[in-house]
């Protein structure tokens, strides 16, 4: 199979589903494409991108209108063309997304949990509480207790501060002197972790033949890894989002998360530099072409490097 025919299944899939979300995908195109490299593009480029996997449009200029609305991004226009670029609220919340996404697997964990006491809070402060933590990985031990392995602290402290709460909050470090047995019973309750496991192990099977194409056959289209890159990231991110990210001590035996976050790593180090061809010559901002990528975005899965077997086609 060619990585085209490969590519074209994972499209007519995408499309065949009943409801089809263009502000998600517009919002993955953002996170990973645009995002960085300046966050900022001309609507008319996304219009054409977006096409690509038979959206609309219509449906494009619906979807970027209520992400403005809802605070992910900001427009500009300059004469006829409408600019889109992300807000201050928009690029926090993706630059929190990013260190999950592309991040590496938890290895090494020293027993700590970071436990968020919720007892000193109104009903609806809680509900906030817990949907916002919800995001960060946390799980609830209790009604009053969330609970983290090994969490980010600079993004909790970032949504504590947002949340307007840092003075009613109670975080403090715990860790397990006995009966991990107990405690490995307790993070299974705590997590909805089989679904996440089912849930990988779909996106495993759905991309493993694009990655069997690509092992035989290194030439791609430059739009070809363009979509193929954006739905791969558009799956994983669907999964990685939900994901506490504990360390594997806590973690089923044969976790699909693993094999998940290997295959996603590696095709996309397959698919990223024609990809962002594709996006060199396509994108347009208010000042030209897109800068090139920021020097973070090279540290993505763990680094990524120019595939010496990839051959580019411009078909």
Not at 115 to 141: D, H, I, M, N, P
Request: some cysteine; hydrophobic content about 40%; aromatic content about 8%.
């Amino acid at each position: 199979m060619k990585p085209e025919t490969a590519c074209r299944r994972l499209i007519d899939e995408f499309r065949s589903r009943p409801t089809v979300r263009a502000g998600s995908l517009i919002t993955t195109v953002f996170g990973d494409a645009i995002a960085p490299r300046g966050g900022n593009v001309w609507l008319g480029s996304l219009i054409e991108a977006m096409s690509l996997f038979g959206i609309s449009e219509r449906l494009v200029r619906t979807s970027v209108f209520r992400l403005a609305r809802d605070g992910w991004l900001q427009s500009e226009q300059i004469g006829r063309r409408a600019y889109y670029s992300l807000s201050d609220e928009g690029r926090a919340k993706f630059d929190q997304a990013t260190h999950r996404i592309y991040g590496s697997p938890l290895t090494d964990w020293d027993g700590q949990w970071c436990l968020v006491l919720l007892s000193g809070l109104e009903t609806a402060a809680k509900e906030r509480v817990r949907k916002e933590c919800g995001w960060l990985g946390f799980g609830a031990l209790s009604a009053n207790v969330l609970a983290h392995p090994a969490p980010d602290l600079a993004d909790l402290d970032i949504t504590i501060r947002r949340l307007g709460i840092a003075g009613q909050l109670v975080v403090v470090n715990g860790q397990t002197i006995r009966n991990e047995d107990g405690m490995r019973k307790l993070a299974h309750s705590s997590w909805n972790l089989a679904d996440l496991d089912e849930r990988y192990g779909e996106f495993v099977k759905t991309f493993r033949p694009l990655m069997a194409a690509l092992q035989k056959n290194r030439e791609i289209p430059e739009k070809t890894a363009f979509v193929a890159r954006t739905l791969l990231i558009q799956e994983y991110r669907k999964i990685m989002l939900r994901d506490p990210l504990l360390p594997q001590e806590l973690l089923p035996a044969d976790w699909q998360g693993a094999a998940a976050f290997q295959l996603c790593g590696n095709l996309y180090r397959m698919l990223f530099a024609a990809a962002d061809q594709y996006l060199t010559e396509t994108m347009e901002t208010a000042d030209g072409p897109l800068p090139l990528p920021a020097a973070g975005f090279m540290q993505r899965f763990g680094g990524l490097h120019t595939d010496p077997g990839r051959q580019v086609s411009n078909g």
